[in-house]
């Protein structure tokens, strides 16, 4: 095989993981432009979302009513924590708010795992973690089916998104409170129901990125860890920025395995772990705002 | 100290004013941010129906938290209203939100404009309307009714906000106030770092919209000059006490306000410093 289709290969492999960190901070993304609260909790949402869906596999549900059920459970855990969590904490600092965020996530692991247990689940979507047949005769490269469904998904939810904040009198009102919280309070626009629809939506993102993470390396607590990847994907796409966190994602897929695969060998391996700090630390140097985030401006 | 300069009213507005409320009264307020500084020390104004009120002083006298108090914005900024009341239209505001006040008809354009800068102007005229529920006819209507008033927005429609000109993103602000079809309006500070024209532009427009939509102002402004000259009555405001107040042009031929405000006195124009100097005297003795 040449070089250039195994290069190839790990590229396309890296971007499509991506796409699961691109959705992870997704769901930052979104609470931290509407509210300004950075959400530790959102790993902890992933988890919950997806051992909730196989939680309710387990108890009998067929996979096409408990989509809708888990649906249904994200949307009231984020609205609930918007309004029992966040609401009477509004206009406290920042940091007030990111460690109430940590000791809800701390909450919802908690009662994740004394609602479903904390064995290790699998979670079968019917889609093999195994290469695409076409692709392996025609170029020889192993593009893992679940990796392309996966990102097939992602791209789906974040194009309805856009959709969504583009076209839709809501997502007008979203993106005006993102602008400028004060003058969308000016204007009437009612941010508690802005903030909620932005929780909501934030939990069904946990839901979907969970599934997506869960079908791969199982149902566990170490999900919660996969929100630690989205850290360095919202540093070097920006905090407020979906594009960039979208870009960023691909990046970080991306430069972690090609360092795993090429680079690695030569320091003993383990690039794929801290590849993506080091990146982020660089931005942090170089451009603190991220690819596309705005400046950082302390609002009055 | 408090000079009145109201001289001969007009009898036939004294009368009329007594027979109708004011749309807005505010009473003695005392304003507290942050539970201890205080910022507000007892301030009294009225707004008649229809009228363009002006609220004058310098840096700091305390114009933004007075308006803010009114839209009761001043909530997110940790102020309190502690002493005092407030009435719009006869309802007391104290237990009410922006939003509620913004459906009662009482909208503030903030200081400093604060248009939603990655919105297009036309989507920020639009949240204007976000409380209001109306279909898309009258919304275009309504646009349409908005454009008359500022033509350039109509020019610049699809630009993003915050590309366009400070004048632009002033009657971007205002423009999108009135999509909320109030029937007063709170302006801070319009002729903020705009050019001469660009200022006599926007308050045109502003009396425009007074005359026809028939809506209240009260306008806060430090360009003392500008603002008597649209404005029919006016207050002015010294760290949170209103100094003295009467009809615009009382107070424009006012020898006070020409020396303070105005930066003119009997022997012609005062430099800066004589100004702040004296100023500093007054205070002080
Ligand atoms: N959020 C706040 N917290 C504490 N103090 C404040 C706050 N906002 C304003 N102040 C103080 O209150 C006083 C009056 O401020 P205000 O903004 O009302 O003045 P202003 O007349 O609008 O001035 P300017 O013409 O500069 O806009 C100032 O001394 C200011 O420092
Ligand atoms: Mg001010």
């Known amino acids: 095989m040449p070089d250039f289709w195994f290069f190839l290969e790990v590229l396309v492999g890296g971007l499509l993981s991506g796409t699961m960190y691109a959705l992870v901070a997704l769901g930052f993304v979104l609470i931290y432009k509407a509210s300004s609260v950075f959400n530790f909790a959102q790993g902890a949402m992933v988890f919950f979302a997806v051992l909730s869906f196989v939680g309710f596999m387990e108890l009998g549900l067929p996979f096409w009513a408990a989509l809708p059920v888990t649906v249904g459970l994200m949307i009231l855990v984020g609205m609930g924590t918007e309004r029992f969590v966040l609401r009477p904490l509004v206009n406290q600092s920042e940091d007030t708010l990111l460690m109430a965020t940590i000791g809800l996530a701390f909450v919802i692991e908690g009662v994740a795992q004394l609602a479903w247990g904390v064995d290790v689940r699998r979670l079968d979507l019917g889609i093999r973690d195994e290469p695409i047949n076409w692709v392996m005769d025609k170029t020889g490269m192993l593009v893992s089916q679940l990796d392309v469904t996966a990102a097939l998904v992602a791209g789906i939810m974040v194009a309805a998104l856009a959709l969504l904040f583009s076209h839709t009198k809501v997502g007008r009102g979203l993106r005006a409170v993102a602008d400028d919280h004060a003058a969308a309070l000016s204007i009437g626009i009612p941010l508690k129901h802005i903030w909620m629809l932005v929780w909501a939506t934030a939990g069904v993102v946990a839901l979907v990125a969970g599934m997506l993470w869960g079908a791969r390396s199982g149902v566990q607590f170490a999900l919660v860890w996969v929100a630690l990847k989205a850290l360095p994907v919202l540093i070097i796409g920006g905090f407020t920025s979906v594009p960039g966190v979208i870009l960023a994602g691909l990046i970080v897929g991306a430069i972690e395995k090609i360092g795993e695969v090429f680079i690695g060998p030569y320091v003993g391996g383990g690039i794929e772990g801290w590849s993506p700090y080091m990146l982020a630390v660089l931005f942090l140097l170089i451009r603190p705002e991220g690819l596309f985030g705005e400046k950082i401006i302390r609002r009055v | 100290m408090n000079v009145s300069v109201a001289p001969a009213v007009d009898r036939s507005a004294a009368v009329q004013a007594a027979a109708q409320p004011p749309v807005l009264a505010v009473k003695n307020i005392e304003v507290i941010y942050n539970h201890v500084i205080l910022v507000l020390r007892g301030v009294s104004l009225e707004v008649p129906q229809g009228k363009i009120v002006a609220l004058l002083g310098g840096n700091g006298a305390g114009k933004s938290t007075t308006l803010k108090s009114i839209s009761t914005l001043l909530a997110s900024e940790r102020g309190a209203v502690t002493k005092g009341s407030i009435e719009f239209r006869g309802q007391r505001t104290d237990q009410l939100t922006p939003g509620e006040l913004v459906g009662m008809g009482l909208v503030q354009v903030m200081e400093g404009r604060h248009c939603f800068g990655h919105l297009t102007a036309e989507e920020n005229l639009i949240t204007g309307a976000y409380a209001r529920s109306i279909g898309r006819a009258q919304l275009r209507e309504e646009l349409d009714r908005i454009y008359a008033y500022f033509p350039r927005l109509k020019v610049r429609r699809s630009s993003l906000a915050g590309y366009t000109s400070g004048g632009e993103q002033q009657m971007i ?27 006599a532009e926007i308050f045109e427009i502003v009396r425009d919209l ?50 303070f405000y105005l930066g003119m006195s009997s022997e012609g124009r005062k430099s800066f410093r004589d100004m702040k100097s004296y100023r500093r005297r007054k205070r002080w003795v």
């Open chain 2, 173 to 199: 602000a205002i423009g999108r106030a009135m999509m909320a079809k109030p029937s007063m309006l709170l302006l801070d500070e319009p002729s903020m770092g705009l050019a001469p024209q660009i200022v």
């Open chain 2, 210 to 259: 007074n005359q026809k939509e028939g809506v209240s102002i009260l306008l806060a402004e430090q360009n003392t000059n500008v603002a008597l000259k649209y404005a029919d009555y006016g207050y002015i405001l010294e760290s949170g006490r209103i100094m003295l107040d009467g009809p615009a042009k009382a107070l424009a031929e006012n020898k006070d306000v020409k020396e």
